[in-house]
């Protein structure tokens, strides 16, 4: 089981304007539900009994509104001064984190069930003895809202390698993973992106990735809610 997660809640949500002028990207309402409630109810509902959320830009309207969640138990890691990144984020959060691999999800992402709850799969899948990295991948052609040229290729066993420059890959990057914390033991100071520990993890053969069984809704822009809301009010009508 697997009980701390760590929810990145810091941007500044620049593609989501003119929404995020005042109001913070993990806070935008989709289908009735504040993006980053989507995220902590998953997290929940997986057995997570405590999350850190990084803040930065609304910091205080992030922190009001999670004040009202009992579960999973908030922890807030202040990041006003200065915005780590996604891997400095982490890093920073690392003591109220454990030595133990924990859940990373980014506050935005959002998708619909298959049959199973995607993150219980991916942590009967995590195997420390092999990963150090475990990543939740939407297939590019399913998603609702992307239209980039995907992140990863992957193997048959999981193993994952970046996508060739100028060629288009089946899978992105769904928001989701388990980190084993391990790999942070020699990051740098201050502000630096996950995705050097990803690069450090598929170097060394201990990136893999899970598929993730459901439809992937990629929420960067206004337009994009529209198309969320209707999926997620088709898929419970």
Request: net charge neutral; aromatic share 6%; hydrophobic share 45%.
């Amino acid at each position: 089981m697997i009980d701390r997660a760590m929810v990145l809640a810091a941007g500044l949500g620049k593609r989501m304007r003119p929404l995020t002028d005042t109001l913070p990207k993990p806070l935008v309402p989709v289908a009735g539900k504040a993006l980053i409630d989507h995220v902590l109810d998953k997290l929940a509902d997986a057995g997570v009994t405590q999350a850190v959320v990084n803040v930065h830009y609304q910091a205080g309207q992030i922190e009001t509104h999670l004040k009202s969640r009992t579960r999973p138990r908030i922890v807030i890691s202040d990041e006003r001064e200065e915005i780590l990144d996604t891997g400095g984020g982490v890093a920073k959060a690392l003591p109220q984190l454990g030595p133990a691999p924990f859940f990373h999800m980014n506050s935005d992402t959002l998708w619909l069930e298959g049959v199973a709850p995607n993150l219980t799969r991916l942590a009967a899948q995590f195997d420390a003895a092999r990963m150090d990295i475990l990543l939740l991948l939407a297939s590019t052609a399913t998603s609702i809202g992307y239209e980039g040229r995907g992140d990863f290729i992957m193997a048959p066993d999981g193993r994952l390698a970046r996508r060739p420059e100028r060629e288009v890959a089946p899978f992105v990057y769904a928001g989701a993973a388990i980190l084993n914390p391990a790999i942070f033991a020699n990051a740098p100071m201050g502000a630096f992106s996950l995705n050097r520990m990803f690069d450090r993890a598929a170097t060394g053969g201990r990136l893999y990735g899970l598929r993730l069984d459901g439809t992937w809704m990629h929420v960067g822009t206004p337009e994009a809610i529209k198309a969320a809301d209707a999926a997620i009010l088709e898929s419970v009508v």
